[in-house]
Every structure is written in C-alpha cells, then in structure tokens.
C-alpha cells in the first residue's frame, strides 16, 4: 500500500511519536475520525517476509530492539549511586520497528480488574510506595476493552474465569488449542480448587479480520509473526489507518525533541530521518506514545523555557514511579515430552491469586500461566545439583522436551525514586542525551514473587512433576513492562495527564501508553494501554472537533 | 540450505504481500498444507544462509584446536554427536570474528592463562587438546569457575542450538540432541499430555460463553 506522504513544512493535525501497541490505535482512530496525521517510528518497517525464527538476532543480537551499542541505557539501584552502562545489555528492553513492542510481545492480553483501579482506596498509604488510584474506573475503561478484542484480535473463552471482571461481549475468537504445558498446569491447579482457564491471547485462532490462524510455530515473545496471526499493530491497526488515506507511517524518525512556541504550546517535533539528517515536523498537536521509557525520555530532553525541567513536567512526575511487573515461578519436568517449543506461548491461565490479600502479610497479588520459550536459550543455566558441563550436562540438554514453565506474573509497586531520567554523560548514536535507570524492588513485592515461587512448585508438585525447580527471585536490574512513568490522575501537582491522556501543562500534548498507568496491574499490560489508546482518541478527536486543543 | 521450490515460493508470496491478506484466507489450508512440510532454513530469513565459507573466522588454528577440545568436554560426544560434532568451533571462531568480536581480547587472555595453567598442572610438553580425556575433565575441574571456561561454555551451547547459517548446530545436530524437530508450524497435539485432552470444563457457577460465529 503507498502511504500518504506529507510534506515536512505542511501542518499536520497530529504527529503520533511511536507505532506500537497505543500508537497504531491512536493513528488508526485520528486518522479514520478525518485528521491528517503522520506517525513516527525510530525503527525500520519490516514486512511479514523480513521477520525470522533466528533466535540469536532476536534474543541476542537486537535484531529488532533498542541496541545496547547505539541506545545505550545506565542503571542504579539508588539514586545515591553514579548509574553506569550494564554488560552488553540494556535495563529497559522495547522493540524499534513499525509496531513497536506489539510486534514482538507474548500477546497475553489481560483485562485489569475492578479492583486495579481503586487499590489506593482499599489498601491506604503503604510505607515507600505511592499505591494510588486511577482517575477512572473499570467500567469506563470496559467498552474499550472490548473494542481491542473485537476491533484488534483476541481469542479466548469469556465468562471460563470465576474470577473475570464483568464484560459487555464474548471474545470474538475461542481459545487456541491448548497444549501440554496448559493441561498439566490446569490438572495441577485444579487438583489444588484452583480455576485455571483458557489464556486469552492476542493470536488469531480462526480466520478473522482477513488474517490466517496462528501457525503454532512456537516463536511469540521476541519475534515479529510472519504469518500475520499475531494481533501487532503492524498487521491490524496501522494499515487501517493508511487505508484513509489521511495517515502517513514515517518509519526510521527518531525523535528527540517536541518543539515549542513562545505561548507554552507544542508547534511539532524534531527527528532524525534515515540518514540522520535532522528534520522537524510542523503539527498542530502531539501524541506520544514511544513506551513507559522513551516517552518520559523526551519530555525530559524537550526540557524549554518555561519547562526547564521537562516538558509537562511541573509535578516533578515525569520519569517516576517506573514499574515492571514482578514475579516469581518454577520450572518442571515430567515423564513425557511435551514439545513446548512447540504452539503459541501461553495456553492457560489462572487468576485465583489475582487480588492482594492482607492475610498474607504485606501487598501483591497476580497471575499464573504455563509456558514456554524458544530452545536456544535452554543450558546456559542449570538448575542446583545438575551438572553445568560433561555428560551430566549433555544429559540435560537432552531433558529438554520434558520441561515446561509455571510462571507467576504480579505488580509491582510505584516508588518515586524509581525512574527514568537523563544520564548527565551517556550519549546514543545521535548524539541525543541517553536514558538513565533508577530502580529498586519495594520489599512487598519481593515478599509476593516468593510467595508465588511456592504457589507454583504447590501447582506443578500437584501436576506430577518429577522434577521441580524453584524459581529465584533476585532484585530487578530491567524490565520489558515500561510503567508509571507519566502517570495520569486528576491532581497536576501529582501526575503528568488527566484522565483524558492529555498533559495538564501542555494543553496541545497528549501522552498514551505504559508510562499513563497509575498501577502496575499483574503482568500483562498490553490489553489496557490499547484501551486507553482507544479511549484517549476517541476525546482527542472531539477535542479537535470542538477545538479545545 | 534453502529449498527454494514451489510450495515455498507460494508461502512466501502470501506472506509476503499485506494486500494479499484477502487472498491468504481463501487459500490458507493449500497454503499451510504447502508450507507445512518446508525446510525450516526456508524462514530464517529473507537472505539465503551463509555457506560454510562465508562464516569468519578470527581465532588461530592453535587457538581453535584449544577451545574445541574445551568444548567437546563441555558437551561430549558419544552415543549422541556433541559439540564437536555439531562444529561449536566454528560458531565460535564467527561469532568471535564478528557479532561477539567485542569479547575477543578478553576471550584470548582468558586462553592464553588457561594454556600456563594447564603447563604449570601437567607440562609444558604437549597442551590441552592432546591430553587424555580423563585428564582434561580433571584440569577442567579446576578452572570450571573462570569467566574464560563460562565463556566457551556460553558459546559452545549457543553453538549448538542457534541457527546452522551461524556456523555451528551443524546438520542440526544441536536440535537433535535436544529433541527439538525443524520445522515451521505445528499442530495439535502438540505432546504427550495434550493428545488426549477431553476439553475444559466449565467451573460451576460460570457461564462460559462464545461470539456467534456468524
């Protein structure tokens, strides 16, 4: 398809920074609502034929994430320590490509709860946190939900958990076939009254929306799907939204700075084109939705007079209260092979543990699934008592097949000290101010990873594992969940958005993906930052209609 | 290496062409009965994988000799081919060579202090590579904790699982040993203990329920 192309010096009505999970619907939504809009990828646009099973590109290489040699991160724990580079890697993980982290996510696709919403309330203040509610509700956020099940492609079976929070429709597509993993982790849990059911998964499981099933390839999390099967905003939103023929995709921009009028109101952004010329996009309104890492990022680099500590930044908020998602799980092994390389990652589920419970002494709850991973990164760990080279080892390389995953996925407290903001030093490959990382695990949340690991070996012991590992959970030094970073509420003093997605300082600057999230939710955030991209688009466009922008 | 024929060539048109999405879900069970016995090489990529000449190669020949010894203790051969069947080595060198090469001048210390220690264990006169078996598990057994032994242990395991257009897992023989078959798409059953899966089971008091399908 041949994109809208827009020229440079002409005004837009929104330029959208990021292409992923919120960017894709937000583009979609503008653009289909009459808006002109271009939409801003620092990666390259890849098509279906460009993406590979080749685990070490993806895995190792940074075949289609941030790369550590030219976007380099520094991490600490505190922020009395001097934050430097980690070895070969980055803290904070996303995906550079048209589709954002959409294009290579798990697509587990969970509904936050009623309770996620309100936990400030039920809790009160908890020692070193900011646990907080949201300024909107679950059924406000429900009919959004639903439009990303229906409108981007979610199967599923409603209604399976006792513990689902209410909705208006079924998914649109049953389940995806289970595999073994799912059947030991339900015969498991189920021994134990537990009430395990089919994942709801962002994978096609039938035909829908002009896309072919899953092929059951085994490669999800990591790697584009080359058979389109995979809800990423690269095969469902984003050709919608050129289809208008209002949108235009502007893959390989990088933008580091939204630029800024004398009246306090963004005029468009400047990036880095392909060959790293720099360029500057003429809009009248900004959306970003870069990830819970790159958008706080750029607020704090867009810093202006007027906001010399950031744009949209007079909380203080922007780049705080980061939150990954915690966890904690075991791995097992059983008599027969299960081929868990092979089939989409996660076909079961459980949320009995979903809501925090005082009886447990401190705050957390979550999720289980069963899953699975790609083989090549199976020996470079053993468990304790197995050998780690020789005969023995080769031994349990041979094992494989016969292994699969519990794995608990639970929140994350938000803590002001933990955040993204500038390392006073560290340059990427553009020469733009590189991100540094500050974070450390609440002690509530060590305290639930744990309690998950018991949770899961009680789950896989019941299951008839004849080997079990516990898993360990060490402190936090990265994440692939981005969260909290602007976080939205009503108050400007304390957050960086209302609840509409819009800055309260910027009056023309929205902001929509991880980093709007108040709470870390249980895992698997990817469902609520399309929701709230639905939702925060359908208001920015009225508010465009009505000019109130 | 990459069978480039016709139920490939269809796949790849398929997917390949976003304007053919329509298409695709006409013709999906032809084109997944056509892709379903494809050589897995066929998506590794949208370049054809280097032949064995095209990987590089830093290490010298001494060197080499060295670390594919280490690495046939690390997964012996045997009953089963091991790394050195699977040419972990020639991972290695390209990997050395090129994508790691930032781990090359500590990789080579880390050899050169290995080669003195293995002296000062057992003499000078012969090295490591040409030791006995029993010999090599023993001295291996004392230098299993250095960052150079868990460097070529890494490499060695990433050698036999990662894709053969990187130079090791040579014939698959990597995938073989872990029992993980080559192929592109699978389908139910996948393994042992979902063959005979009676269905879910519905929770009492729960109502699941399911679009409509028209």
């Known amino acids: 398809m041949v994109s809208k192309m827009y020229k440079t010096s002409e005004t837009v009505d929104f330029v959208v920074v990021g292409s992923g999970a919120a960017g894709g619907i937000m583009a979609r939504e503008l653009s289909r609502a009459g808006h002109s809009v271009v939409l801003m990828e620092q990666g390259p646009r890849l098509g279906p034929d460009q993406f590979e099973h080749d685990e070490l590109k993806y895995r190792n290489l940074s075949g289609i994430t941030n790369n550590p040699a030219t976007n380099p991160q520094s991490f600490r724990h505190t922020p009395d320590e001097t934050a430097k580079p980690m070895d070969g890697r980055n803290p904070l993980t996303y995906a550079r490509v048209v589709g954002g982290s959409s294009t290579h996510f798990n697509a587990n696709f969970w509904r936050l709860h009623e309770i996620d919403f309100i936990e400030g309330s039920r809790w009160g203040p908890i020692e070193g946190a900011s646990l907080v509610d949201w300024p909107i509700t679950y059924a406000e956020l429900e009919p959004y939900y639903t439009k990303v099940e229906w409108e981007v492609g979610v199967s599923g079976l409603a209604g399976a958990s006792p513990f689902d929070p209410w909705r208006s429709k079924p998914y649109p597509m049953p389940p995806l076939p289970v595999k073994s993993s799912g059947v030991l982790f339900e015969r498991g849990a189920r021994k134990l009254g537990l009430h395990p059911f089919p994942a709801p998964m962002a994978i096609n499981s039938v035909f829908y929306k002009n896309r072919p099933p899953c092929a059951q390839c085994g490669l999800c999390g990591g790697f584009g799907c080359e058979v389109m099967a995979k809800s990423s905003s690269v095969w469902t939103m984003i050709p919608e939204a050129e289809a208008t023929g209002r949108c235009e995709v502007r893959s390989l921009s990088y933008v580091f700075r939204i630029g800024m009028d004398k009246t306090g109101r963004a005029t468009g952004v400047h990036y880095f084109d392909g060959k790293k010329v720099e360029q500057f996009q003429k809009a009248r309104a900004v959306v970003v939705c870069a990830n819970g890492s790159e958008t706080p990022k750029l607020l704090l680099n867009s810093a202006t007079n007027g906001f010399e500590h950031g744009l949209a930044n007079s909380s203080g908020a922007v780049g705080r209260y980061l939150m990954f998602n915690k966890g904690g799980g075991a791995m097992a092994r059983f008599e027969h092979p299960l081929n868990e390389y092979k089939g989409a990652n996660v076909t079961r589920v459980m949320h009995d543990f979903y809501d925090s419970d005082p009886k447990r002494g401190f705050y957390g709850g979550g999720g289980f699934d069963a899953r699975s991973g790609g083989p090549l990164t199976w020996g470079q760990s053993v468990p304790k008592g197995t050998a780690a080279w020789g005969q023995g080892f080769k031994e349990y390389l041979e094992s494989y097949t016969y292994w699969m995953q519990c794995a608990g996925h639970g929140t994350s407290l938000a803590q002001e000290n933990n955040r993204v903001d500038i390392d006073p030093e560290l340059k990427d490959a553009w020469g733009i101010p590189a991100m540094r990382v500050t974070y450390k695990d609440h002690p509530d949340d060590v305290k639930h990873a744990k309690w998950q690991v018991e949770r899961a070996v009680e789950i896989m012991d019941a299951a008839g594992a004849s080997q079990i590992v516990p898993g360990e959970v060490g402190e936090a030094n990265g994440g692939v969940h981005l969260l909290g970073t602007c976080r939205m509420g009503n108050d400007p003093r304390t957050s960086v958005v209302d609840k509409y997605n819009r800055t309260h300082d910027v009056k023309n600057l929205f902001l929509c993906d991880g980093s709007s999230m108040v709470t870390s939710g249980r895992g698997q955030p990817t469902q609520t930052i399309e929701a709230l991209a639905f939702r925060a688009a359908e208001y920015i466009s009225k508010f465009a209609k009505a000019n109130e922008i | ?214």
């Open chain 2, 1 to 214: 290496m990459d069978h480039d024929n016709p139920s490939r060539r269809q796949f790849m048109v398929a997917v390949g062409n976003l304007a053919s999405a329509g298409w695709i879900a006409l013709n999906w069970p032809d084109i997944a009965q056509a892709a379903q016995p494809m050589n897995h090489h066929a998506m590794h990529g949208s370049h054809a994988a280097p032949s064995g000449s095209a990987l590089k190669r830093i290490l010298t020949p001494a060197e080499e000799k060295e670390v594919e010894a280490i690495a046939n203790q690390i997964v012996p051969g045997g009953k089963n081919p091991g790394a050195r069947e699977a040419g972990a080595i020639d991972f290695i060198n390209n990997a050395l060579a090129s994508f790691f090469g930032g781990q090359l001048p500590s990789f080579r210390e880390g050899l050169l202090d290995f080669n003195k220690a293995y002296s000062a264990a057992y003499g000078a006169e012969k090295p490591f590579s040409a030791a006995p078996a029993a010999q090599q598990i023993d001295f291996l057994g004392t230098v299993d904790k250095t960052p150079f032994f868990q460097a070529v242990r890494r490499l060695t395991v990433l050698g036999l699982i990662a894709l053969p257009k990187y130079g090791g897992n040579r014939n698959n023989l990597g995938w073989t040993l872990i029992g993980v078959e080559d192929n592109h798409m699978w389908a139910p059953p996948f393994g042992y203990y979902d063959q005979d899966y009676a269905g879910f089971e519905p929770y009492p008091g729960t109502k699941p329920y399911t679009a409509d399908p028209a």
